[in-house]
């Protein structure tokens, strides 16, 4: 990537800081972020509102092919827009989707579907003026952005990511989602060889932006010198 656009891959498995910090980094850095598990989610919800199993099938596929995507942008956010419709926040984390979306996720059908659109969000950002891209997710520094800038995996010890998801009001299986994410045969949740790993079990947020941020000025230096972690990071004191 050209040094005046940056593109930056966050992985990781539930709960493990991906949205907070992808967040942050966007707020302070002026980039579009993106949230592929949004994607997921939104997919999900569809097909189980049309009564879709995931499993394959020719009903399955037919679903998939009467899909369009688009990016509604909101502020820093590049939202999913679905056959027109961007669902509600709140819909798409309910606990029938949160059981389902990474069976649904583990199609290959599935991920051929959404992959074609998670790559043109960096012409999104561009179109919109943003800076770089930061994009979240499972497969992000290994399948949909191997030429990222930068790329980020971070871990969180398994109580720590329970917490998370209980003070978030979400009732997710941690273990079966990345079991099932990790193992499924395209594109599995794994690091890829090139990305620093962070820990962020005892790592504030802020700390965490402020470690990305700083390995984004080593590769462009100069351009993120001014950038502050901690105002980007105001309304929150640990990743989620």
Do not use: W
Not at 183 to 207: F, K, Y
């Amino acid at each position: 990537m050209s040094e005046d656009f940056q593109i930056v891959a966050i992985d990781g498995g539930a709960a493990s800081g991906k949205s907070s910090t992808a967040r942050g980094v966007a707020a302070a850095a002026n980039f579009l972020h993106v949230d592929t598990g949004s994607h997921y989610r939104a997919l999900t919800l569809r097909a189980l509102t049309e009564g879709l199993s995931p499993q394959k099938g020719t009903a399955l596929d037919r679903f998939l092919a009467g899909l369009r995507f688009e990016t509604e942008v909101r502020g820093q956010c590049a939202c999913l827009r679905l056959n027109g419709d961007v669902p509600d926040a709140a819909d798409i984390r309910s606990d029938a989707v949160n059981a389902a979306v990474s069976d649904f996720a583990a199609l290959p059908a599935v991920r051929d579907a959404v992959r074609a659109y998670q790559r043109d969000q960096a012409a999104v950002a561009r179109k919109h003026g943003f800076k770089g891209l930061v994009m979240e997710g499972r497969d992000i520094g290994t399948v949909i952005f191997p030429e990222a800038d930068l790329k980020i995996f971070l871990e969180a010890d398994a109580s720590t990511r329970a917490a998370r998801r209980k003070d978030e009001g979400q009732t997710d299986t941690i273990d079966n989602r990345d079991r099932i994410d990790s193992t499924r045969a395209t594109a599995p949740l794994t690091a890829a060889p090139d990305a620093v790993r962070i820990d962020n079990s005892n790592i504030p947020l802020d700390g965490v932006v402020a470690e990305v941020l700083r390995l984004l000025q080593q590769r462009a230096p100069g351009s993120y010198a001014n950038v502050s972690a901690a105002s980007a990071c105001s309304e929150r004191n640990r990743p989620r």
